[in-house]
């Protein structure tokens, strides 16, 4: 038990926390599926393929590098986000 008391732990280094990704996505009808849940994106995208990004806590919708939605995470099965965009796309 003493030894434990004079060990100085060191920390570890900083990693950025890389996301899932999901590239290709075709999406028709203004939602893309992830984990049993749909998420919308803006009508002007229906019918194009994004890619989505999962964070622990939110996920990301993504067309060419700029960011056309993003969702709070649903943690419950068979839901839907509704939610608008939060930033307005670039391009």
């Known amino acids: 038990m003493d030894a434990l008391k004079e060990e100085k732990l060191k920390t570890l ?24 849940n749909r998420y919308s994106v803006p009508s002007s995208y229906a019918d194009i393929s994004v890619e989505l990004f999962a964070y622990p806590d939110h996920l990301e919708v993504m067309i060419k590098g ?14 839907k986000s509704n939610s608008l965009p939060i930033v307005k796309p670039s391009f």
């Not at 700029?66 to 839901?79: D, G």
């Open 13 to 36: 280094p900083a990693i950025p926390y890389r996301p899932y990704r999901s590239p290709g996505l075709h999406q028709q009808t203004g939602f893309v599926e992830f984990e049993t």
């Open 66 to 79: 700029n960011r056309i939605a993003y969702h709070p995470r649903v943690l419950t099965e068979m839901e």
